[in-house]
């Protein structure tokens, strides 16, 4: 299995919504992360975990929570977001932090806020 | 974050021309990838240089890491169709975690 898996596909939620976005790989990386991308702009990093411990948060809202139940599988936790949140959330994989691999990327959440 | 600019932001060819595209930091980076993207799917891993000067080849794709690894460039030879897409630098911190450049889109014409 070289995939990483993204679901839902889209999203539609109110700002008074709580939704989960979740992501799982099964190809051992031990490195996932979270990007937004919002249209014709390149993929922003929001969030890194290294053997399922959080190491970065590039200065991400509370209303975006992150979590990793275990090494194959990574949420992204969403409460009362803003219309500005509208944009495609990818997830990652690498074989690790701190060496020059390739990341995986899933084909990401189509995230509407109204 | 890194800051890494590409040019052009736009292209536009006929099939079979050639083509390159730069990416350019005033940062060090440990590697630097190349990604292409098509609407509605996440970037697909091209290519990883790591070595100052190095250049790699993946068909008609030659890729180039500056001898400063602050820069790269991407040159398509005889570009077809296929090869349209959203093409994203990424660079690498010392821990692997990417930035994105700008990006470049290009358009080729049969």
């Known amino acids: 299995d070289t995939e990483v898996t993204q679901t839902p596909k889209h999203l539609v939620m109110g700002m008074t919504n709580k939704k989960s976005l979740k992501c799982e790989q099964h190809?051992?990386?031990?490195?996932m992360y979270w990007y937004k991308q919002k249209a014709k702009k390149p993929p922003e990093l929001m969030f890194v975990?290294?053997?399922?411990?959080?190491?970065i948060n590039e200065s991400v809202p509370s209303r975006f929570s992150p979590e990793c139940p275990n090494s194959s599988l990574l949420n992204l936790h969403l409460h009362a977001l803003q219309p500005e949140d509208s944009a495609l959330y990818l997830c990652?994989?690498?074989?690790?932090?701190?060496?020059?691999?390739?990341?995986?990327f899933g084909s990401g959440t189509r995230l509407t806020v109204v | 974050t890194q800051l890494l600019e590409q040019s052009p932001q736009f292209l536009s060819i006929q099939e079979g021309e050639n083509l390159t595209v730069y990416c350019n930091s005033s940062?060090?980076?440990?590697?630097l990838q190349w990604y292409r993207q098509e609407p509605g799917e996440g970037p697909v891993l091209l290519v990883t240089?790591?070595?100052?000067?190095e250049v790699k080849k993946l068909k008609r794709l030659t890729f180039q890491f500056g001898d400063a690894r602050k820069d790269s460039s991407l040159h398509i030879t005889a570009a077809q169709p296929g090869d349209t897409g959203l093409y994203l630098c990424?660079?690498?911190?010392?821990?692997?975690?990417?930035?994105f450049g700008t990006g470049t889109r290009l358009t080729v014409i049969p």
């Open positions: 990652a994989s690498s074989q690790a932090a701190g060496q020059s691999y390739g990341y995986t």
């Open positions: 190809m051992g990386h031990r490195a």
């Open positions: 975990y290294s053997y399922e411990k959080l190491s």
């Open positions: 940062s060090v980076f440990s590697s």
């Open positions: 240089v790591v070595t100052g000067g």
């Open positions: 990424a660079g690498a911190d010392g821990a692997n975690n990417l930035f």
